[in-house]
């Protein structure tokens, strides 16, 4: 995220009875005085009564988002820094009403946890919290920031100076790039989603953490999507059964959004999501349940398949899984892996390099299995010769089934009878010839 010309207007709210929003906004009102960038983008209000309690609709409606100060408490008190958005998946104990969402500032979300991570005090952890209380009705996108979980915590200036200067930094940034996506499994205090948030562009509105999965109903579900403006899910599916899984899954199936996992977010890079969409949508229709793997790509605003021999994959693949894939890394391109296969020979990449690219997979190809086999090249034919080591040689050398057998298949002479027996004395060449139409000369 970069500092953007123009941001949205965001209307301040801490309460009076709130001593960490209280000293909080205190802290940003000092703040603000030696930083006037945000100064014609940020209002203020000052509730008279707690935060979790105040009437959505009643709020002031000056402004694009709302972002409210206040302290956090637990049951299990440690210093801690959170992020959530309010609503409440089942009964309303704490605010708001039962079964009600706010709509969430997903990407300024984003934005307060990695501030808060670059700016929190020494012993404060910083995370999401699961969506919970009041208020709703909210009639602007908004989030909570929160300083706890005691008395000690919520009087701390340093910790409150820390959180002011991530909400200044957090509410000059340009969101834009972040992929809103909604959560599902997890404690309350969401751990993975945190991670997700601070290693990728994955940034998350409201999180259903396993507990209340029992009141996901199919609305529920919809309202989740809408009300954070997910693009995708994440399902922290270690956290639950295999049937909850199953139901989230299905659900999203039913109203076609994308699950994306931790490794799917690492590799979109600055990938927009609409050309991700267009790349996951070509690796369906060509290898229906596949999954892809992106390597090096920026845009792909054009996406194509190319096809290699499934032959010549498959035989680097069998002795050079690991280096092949590695090697990917170094092109513009999506490998598709799944239904048996750790890499199909269809690949994805943008129209303008879709024949280079053909060229250059192969090329690595031939050249890794040069590295272990003899190669040749017969008009449009790869020869490959493989030397196997022949049992029935070694037996009539009179080479007894033993650890002599393990010596010459590691390319060790070994001596029987006063007699040195080399390798390639017990082994058979096999040639493996492989159709590659209009292969170019390298």
């Not at 945190?194 to 919809?222: N, S, V, Y």
């Not at 090249?377 to 493989?386: N, V």
């Not at 037996?395 to 060790?412: A, F, R, V």
């Not at 009878?417 to 292969?439: A, G, L, N």
Request: proline residues 7%; charged residues 25%; negative net charge.
């Amino acid at each position: 995220m970069t500092p953007k010309e123009q941001s949205p207007t965001t209307l301040l709210i801490s309460s009076r009875k709130d001593p960490a929003g209280s000293l909080i906004h205190e802290e940003l009102y000092s703040l603000l005085e030696d930083d006037k960038r945000a100064h014609t983008h940020i209002r203020h209000w000052h509730a008279e009564e707690r935060l979790i309690y105040l009437d959505g609709p009643s709020l002031p409606h000056n402004a694009d988002r709302i972002l409210f100060l206040s302290r956090h408490a637990s049951e299990r008190p440690r210093p801690v820094l959170t992020v959530h958005v309010t609503g409440n998946f089942g009964s309303a104990d704490y605010g708001g009403r039962p079964k009600t969402l706010t709509p969430a500032a997903t990407g300024l979300m984003h934005a307060l946890i990695n501030r808060l991570v670059i700016h929190a005090p020494e012993g404060y952890e910083v995370m999401y919290e699961a969506t919970h209380h009041g208020p709703t009705d909210i009639p602007l996108p908004s989030c909570f920031i929160e300083l706890g979980s005691t008395e000690k915590e919520w009087n701390d200036r340093i910790a409150a100076r820390a959180v002011a200067q991530a909400v200044l930094d957090a509410l000059l940034m340009d969101t834009s790039s972040v992929i809103p996506l909604a959560g599902f499994g997890g404690t309350h205090y969401a751990q993975r989603q945190t991670e997700i948030t601070k290693l990728t562009r994955g940034g998350f509105g409201h999180i259903m953490p396993t507990r209340d999965i029992p009141h996901l109903t199919d609305a529920l579900f919809q309202d989740i999507i809408s009300s954070t403006g997910a693009f995708a899910i994440y399902i922290d599916g270690k956290s639950m059964s295999g049937k909850e899984e199953r139901m989230i899954t299905g659900l999203a199936d039913k109203h076609t959004i994308p699950i994306l996992g931790q490794g799917d977010l690492m590799r979109l890079f600055d990938l927009p999501f609409s050309e991700y969409m267009s790349i996951r949508n070509l690796a369906e229709s060509l290898i229906p349940g596949s999954s892809i793997v992106l390597h090096t790509i920026l845009e792909m605003p054009a996406p194509v398949s190319l096809t290699i021999p499934g032959e010549l994959v498959d035989e680097v693949m069998k002795v050079a899984a690991e280096e092949f894939i590695s090697a990917l890394d170094s092109f513009p391109i999506v490998h598709m892996t799944g239904r048996g296969k750790a890499c199909h020979p269809v690949f994805i990449t943008d129209a303008a390099f879709s024949g280079r690219i053909s060229d250059e997979l192969i090329h690595l190809c031939v050249t890794l299995l040069q590295d272990r086999y003899t190669c040749s090249f017969e008009g449009d034919s790869l020869i490959i010769t493989k030397l196997r080591f022949d049992p029935k040689k070694a037996k009539e050398l009179g080479i007894p089934l033993g650890p002599l057998y393990s010596e010459l298949m590691t390319g060790k002479p070994v001596e029987v009878d006063d007699s040195v027996i080399y390798p390639e004395m017990v082994m058979t060449e096999r040639e493996k010839r492989i159709h590659i139409p209009q292969r170019q000369a390298r």
